[in-house]
């Protein structure tokens, strides 16, 4: 089956300005999840969508950073305005069922944003 | 992520030697113990995981060790290979995957 689809790879923005990232999940997949990978670190939740609805959004830095999953099937995570904290590899996973700790998460490449 | 420690933050063995990493956790909530690999440039695939009612689960050269008692789980690669160097990911779940820092490990031929 087809993996999950991010893009672009690579993005690279000067601070205060804004950025979208793209993620096709896996046919079928309900839950859509986007975490942020600083350098060295460990991947971190940013959202939760169970098809086209927020499940979990507590990290999500409102202030700047949206998402959206319409018509539960492709995603949009927007930086804006972007920050050099920002800097990341940006990951969208998918999974079929809601609860994460039950189901494997198929991770996309990323999406590795420079903020210069 | 403070309440998920992984240990050693990068390992060096030889072709044919046994690599263990170790996860410590806080959380007594957690009910899921996946070990995630990662390689340069691709995202986590889970590589193993276990259930807190057993208390080891072994997959070809991938052991998990559970230990509930010590809030502890690890990963055991036998016969590592210069292929299995990656960024290994502890991340206990309990509804939510929560990661660990990471473990690189280097395989020398």
């Known amino acids: 089956e087809a993996g999950v689809a991010q893009s672009p790879r690579y993005k690279i923005i000067e601070k205060r300005q804004s950025v979208a990232f793209w993620c096709n999940p896996i046919?079928?997949?309900?839950?859509l999840y986007w975490y942020q990978q600083i350098l060295g670190q460990g991947p971190k939740l940013l959202i939760q969508?169970?098809?086209?609805?927020?499940?979990?959004d507590s990290q999500l830095p409102k202030d700047r950073f949206s998402a959206e999953r319409l018509k539960g099937v492709d995603s949009t995570l927007k930086i804006q305005p972007a920050k050099l904290e920002d800097s990341a590899v940006y990951l969208c996973a998918s999974s079929l069922a809601h609860d994460s700790g039950a189901n494997v998460l198929t991770f996309g490449a990323g999406s590795r944003l420079t903020v210069l | 992520q403070q309440q998920v420690k992984q240990s050693p933050q990068s390992l060096i063995v030889q072709k044919g030697g046994i690599s263990i990493i170790n996860c410590a956790y806080e959380n007594t909530a957690f009910d899921y113990f996946p070990w995630y690999q990662q390689f340069p440039g691709k995202g986590p695939a889970l590589l193993i995981a276990?259930?807190?009612?057993?208390s080891e689960k072994k997959e070809g050269r991938f052991t998990i060790s559970f230990n509930k008692s010590a809030k502890q789980f690890s990963l055991h690669i036998m016969d590592s290979q210069p292929g299995d160097s990656a960024t290994y990911f502890c991340?206990?779940?309990?509804?939510?995957?929560?990661f660990g820092q990471g473990t690189i490990l280097t395989v020398h031929p």
């Open positions: 046919s079928g997949h309900a839950t």
């Open positions: 991340a206990p779940s309990e509804g939510k995957l929560t």
């Open positions: 969508f169970q098809n086209n609805g927020v499940v979990d």
């Open positions: 276990i259930r807190p009612d057993v």
